[in-house]
């Protein structure tokens, strides 16, 4: 059976357990990271030297970080559904992917601490700057998602996995964001998925 180690609240975890809904196989979820610790034991290193969530386990192939992880159970479990048969659509996915790492994320997670998960912390500066750069970020995904329907191409796929859980997180903050029609159709979209499950928890 999978396994894969990590708490239910962090948004890397959230994305690999989307990819292990939506293949449909089952999976054993082990709670790790934070209160619930074991990521410094020494059996945990020995899976994931970074002691970072979340480590998956398929019948003794180990593997960690959350994109690697969505990309190898889509290819392995679903190729043709969630992950792109066609090399262009597959690198287009990828490059979405490689830029929810880079760009979207950093800004996202600047709003989230203060606001969320360690009030009172941060500088306004520098919140404000977030701010402006998840407006700018979402904005090209809006844009993007005026073209087609998923992050993927014109269906959900492995590019949707790894930025739904963000998309979810920034929607839920309490602060105000433009009027993105694209972004908040694919949203609903997502949401409607029953693997979407694995995002109604509220955000701590």
């Keep these: 059976?999978?396994?894969?180690?990590?708490?239910?609240?962090?948004?890397?975890?959230?994305?690999?357990?989307?990819?292990?809904?939506e293949i449909g196989r089952p999976y054993q979820r082990i709670d790790a990271g934070l209160a619930f610790g074991i990521?410094?034991?020494p059996d945990y290193r020995a899976m994931n030297p970074n002691g970072l969530v979340p480590t998956l386990d398929d019948d003794g192939f180990v593997l960690w970080e959350s994109n690697s992880i969505v990309r190898y159970l889509c290819a392995e479990y679903a190729p043709g559904?969630?992950?792109?048969?066609?090399?262009?659509?597959?690198?287009s996915?990828?490059?979405?992917?490689?830029?929810?790492?880079?760009?979207?994320?950093?800004?996202?997670?600047t709003l989230f601490l203060p606001l969320v998960r360690a009030p009172g912390t941060g500088d306004p500066?520098?919140?404000?700057?977030a701010r402006l750069a998840c407006d700018v970020n979402f904005g090209l995904l809006n844009e993007l998602l005026s073209r087609q329907a998923?992050?993927?191409?014109?269906?959900?796929?492995?590019?949707?996995?790894?930025i739904a859980p963000v998309v979810h997180r920034w929607a839920n903050l309490p602060l105000e964001r433009?009027?993105?029609?694209?972004?908040q159709r694919w949203y609903e979209a997502v949401r409607a998925r029953p693997?979407?499950?694995?995002?109604?928890?509220p955000l701590s």
């Design 81 to 91: 559904v969630l992950w792109p048969l066609d090399a262009k659509t597959r690198a």
């Design 125 to 129: 500066q520098s919140f404000e700057a």
């Design 39 to 41: 990521v410094n034991t």
């Design 178 to 183: 433009p009027d993105l029609v694209h972004l």
């Design 195 to 201: 693997s979407s499950k694995v995002l109604e928890l």
């Design 150 to 162: 998923f992050v993927t191409g014109e269906a959900f796929g492995m590019a949707d996995c790894a």
């Design 1 to 21: 059976m999978l396994r894969i180690w990590g708490r239910t609240n962090s948004l890397n975890v959230q994305k690999a357990l989307l990819a292990l809904e």
């Design 93 to 109: 996915a990828g490059r979405w992917m490689d830029w929810q790492l880079t760009t979207l994320l950093n800004p996202v997670n």
